[in-house]
C-alpha cells in the first residue's frame, strides 16, 4: 500500500517508539493524527516535526480505556480527515507487577489500557478502516509474549492478548484490512538504566547490540506497505528470542 497522501493514526504517538513511528510514516508521505493521553507537550512537539516533513499533522486527547472519550475522538477523526488508512496501536501502561499482590490498580490499568483500550480504538475506527479499499492494523507487542516476565505480570498478559487479538482482527477484517504486529526487542533503554544494564541487555542479543526506535518504525512501515501480509508478528530484537538457544564455543 502506497501511504503517500492517507491519513495515519498513531496512539501513543508523542514519544519514544510511538514518536519514531509517528515520523517514519510522515516520511512516507501520510498525514498523522497522534493520540495521547498526559503527553500534550511531548505530542504537540512531535506533530511540528512531523508537519516539517510537508504533511499535515494533528494530535488528539483520548484516554483509550475508557470508551466514551474513544467514541468522541473516532467521531473527531471521520470529521476532520473524513477516512483513515493506516492504524498503529502503540500505547500501553508499562509498570512493574508482581505476584502474588495486595492491590489491583496496576493489573486494572495495565489490561484497560494494553487490552480494552487496544479494542475499542480498533473496534471504533474499523468503520472508517473498512471505508478504505485497503487499509491496515499494526499492534506493538514485544517479547513477553513470548517468554514470561519476572514481576512484569499484567503487562504480559496484556502483550499475549494483543497478539492473540492481532490474529483475531486479521480474520474479522479480511480481505480489505491487513492486521499485523512488531514485537520490539531492547530498542530504547529506559532513563534509569545504567552501563551494567545497558551491556547486559545487549549481550542478551545475537548482534550484541541496542537497537533503535527507528528499527521498530521501519518494521511497522514494512507491514502498513506490504500488501500479501497480514496475521503475522515480525520481532525487532535483534536475535534476542532466539540467542538463548545460542551456544558458546
Not at 174 to 195: F, K, M, Q, T
Not at 200 to 220: F, I, M, N, P, Q
Request: glycine share 6%.
Amino acid at each position: 500500500m502506497d501511504i503517500s497522501g492517507e491519513v495515519a493514526l498513531v496512539t501513543g504517538g508523542a514519544h519514544r517508539v510511538g514518536k519514531a513511528i509517528t515520523l517514519d510514516l510522515a516520511r512516507a508521505g501520510a498525514d498523522v493524527v497522534i493520540l495521547y493521553n498526559s503527553s500534550g507537550d511531548e505530542a504537540s512537539l512531535t506533530a511540528q516535526e512531523a508537519q516539517a516533513l510537508g504533511v499535515k499533522a494533528e494530535t488528539l486527547q483520548c484516554d483509550i480505556s475508557d470508551l466514551q472519550a474513544v467514541r468522541k475522538m473516532s467521531q473527531a477523526v471521520r470529521d476532520r480527515f473524513g477516512r483513515l488508512s493506516v492504524l498503529v496501536n502503540s500505547a500501553d501502561w508499562f509498570i512493574q507487577h508482581p505476584f502474588p499482590t495486595e492491590g489491583y490498580e496496576d493489573w486494572h490499568r495495565t489490561i484497560d489500557v494494553g487490552v480494552h483500550g487496544t479494542f475499542y480504538v480498533s473496534n471504533e475506527l474499523a468503520p472508517l478502516l473498512l471505508e478504505q479499499p485497503q487499509a491496515a492494523i499494526v499492534n506493538i507487542v514485544d517479547l513477553s509474549a513470548w517468554h514470561a516476565w519476572p514481576n512484569f505480570t499484567a503487562h504480559a498478559v496484556a502483550k499475549s492478548a494483543l497478539l492473540a487479538l492481532t490474529r483475531q482482527l486479521a480474520l474479522e477484517l479480511a480481505p480489505s484490512v491487513r492486521v499485523n504486529a512488531v514485537a520490539p526487542g531492547p530498542v530504547l533503554p529506559p532513563p534509569h538504566y545504567n552501563e551494567q544494564r545497558l551491556r547486559l541487555s545487549s549481550d542478551r542479543t545475537l548482534l550484541k547490540r541496542w537497537g533503535k526506535a527507528e528499527d521498530v518504525a521501519h518494521a511497522v512501515r514494512f507491514l502498513v506497505e506490504s500488501n500479501y501480509t497480514t496475521g503475522e508478528v515480525v520481532r525487532v530484537d535483534g536475535g534476542e528470542l532466539i540467542a538463548k538457544r545460542s551456544i558458546s564455543t
